[in-house]
């Protein structure tokens, strides 16, 4: 077994890794960097422990860390702000600073991109957050060369799943599911792919677990229709049909154009997305049935 240093294991794709390696048996030590100051110093189980970013610096000289699971990133969501210097800070100055309390050390490194770095309509220079993926990606590549650090990168996209807080599409369209309402879309022939997040985690458990010195794409190959998919979720919380074969949801699939390997996709994304509504709608009802008693 082996210690893990993970970065970003309090967000939406960190809980679910550090959730699942706790119940797992492969990992002796998991150290989890974050900037939650209530967490910092807090043990879950006795293969958990929350630090901050300054204590990762000196455990990694100290203890026997064999990889780090890079996923913490920082980026503007709506009607947020922080300053470009904080970007830049936790997208590049501190797992540049992780690499170099390494640099010694024999071990895996795992990095997660965006997949709009990879998409040659985006003008990067216009895009500060992709600016900082993209600097910290080359940087990684070319700092390894001189030292024993193996590295691979995943390539994210649009994920989904239960506990997910963040300011996404999906979750818009729930809530305003809930209060009975349309999600309106700007672009009707508009499109999204989702991943649910049980994917990215099985494909960093995958790399990481194997060491592969490599870059895979866990971007789901079927585009859904936007217009389509709030109308599904609608009608899916609000049970108007008997079974899904009385739901719609336009789906076309095609390859998702990267050059990079691509991690087992689900074939029955309508299905998934379903289940997962399913899920969502019950504990939105328990929670009302809980507060009407109170």
């Not at 609000?238 to 689900?266: R, V």
């Amino acid at each position: 077994m082996s210690e893990v240093l993970i970065t970003g294991g309090t967000g939406f794709l960190g809980t679910e890794l550090v959730r699942q390696l706790v119940a797992g048996g492969n990992v002796s030590k998991i150290y989890c960097v974050t900037r939650n100051q209530n967490l910092i110093g807090k043990n879950n189980s006795d293969r958990l422990k929350y630090i901050g970013h300054r204590e990762s610096l000196h455990i990694l000289g100290s203890e026997p860390i064999r990889k780090i699971i890079h996923l913490a990133t920082m980026y503007k969501r709506s009607n947020e702000k922080f300053s470009e210097k904080e970007m830049w800070e936790t997208n590049v100055e501190n797992p540049i600073q992780i690499l170099a309390a390494a640099s010694e050390k024999s071990l895996y490194f795992l990095n997660t991109n965006s997949y709009l770095q990879y998409d040659s309509t985006i003008y990067m220079n216009s895009n500060y957050y992709l600016k900082t993926k993209v600097y910290f990606q080359d940087y990684l590549e070319s700092f390894t060369k001189s030292t024993q650090i193996k590295h691979g990168s995943i390539i994210v996209g649009d994920t989904y799943g239960i506990d997910d807080r963040r300011d996404k599409v999906l979750n818009q369209m729930i809530e305003q599911a809930w209060q009975g309402e349309f999600f309106q879309v700007n672009n009707p022939e508009g499109t999204i792919r989702l991943s649910h997040v049980s994917t990215i985690v099985n494909a960093i458990q995958r790399m990481s677990d194997h060491k592969l010195q490599k870059t895979i794409s866990t971007v789901s190959n079927f585009q859904i229709n936007l217009n389509s998919l709030a109308k599904f979720v609608f009608n899916v919380i609000h049970n108007k049909f008997e079974s899904l074969d009385d739901y719609h949801l336009e789906i076309t699939k095609s390859n998702w154009t990267s050059i990079y390997e691509n991690f087992k996709d689900s074939e029955d994304p309508k299905s998934d997305i379903y289940k997962f509504l399913l899920l969502v709608a019950k504990h939105h009802k328990t929670i009302e049935k809980l507060n009407f008693r109170n």
